[in-house]
């Protein structure tokens, strides 16, 4: 019963930017801390930026400084804006829902991403 809706990707030139957005609902949002991953074909999902249900952030070093995580409990929404775009941000994106704990594991709940790719 828990939906994962990720939305906002497409096809953007080196430098440009895209804000991703990932609409949950069958759980109570408020409560639980939320992520981005992304997965490149053959690869396993990478872990690239999360936040806590009291808004703390933590980036991937591949994209901090340039994306930043941000959600709307009122909304039950959370976000992905992408600046300064590199080719190897080339991904789909998903979003998850943390477990609670320290350590950084998802729920087996995943939608169907959302493809962005950085080209000229």
């Known amino acids: 019963q828990v939906k994962l809706v990720e939305s906002g990707g497409g096809l953007v030139q080196p430098g440009g930017s895209l804000r991703l957005s990932c609409a949950a609902s069958g759980i109570i949002f408020r409560l639980y801390a939320m992520a981005w991953y992304r997965q490149t074909p053959g690869n396993e999902r990478v872990l690239v930026a999360d936040i806590t249900k009291d808004g703390v952030t933590d980036y991937a070093g591949a994209v901090k400084g340039r994306f930043t995580i941000s959600r709307d409990n009122a909304e039950n929404t959370v976000y992905l804006q992408m600046n300064n775009l590199e080719p190897e941000d080339t991904a789909v994106y998903y979003c998850?829902?943390?477990?609670?704990?320290?350590?950084?594991?998802?729920?087996?709940?995943w939608g169907q991403g959302t493809p962005v790719t950085v080209s000229s």
């Open positions: 998850a829902v943390l477990r609670f704990g320290d350590t950084k594991r998802p729920f087996d709940y």
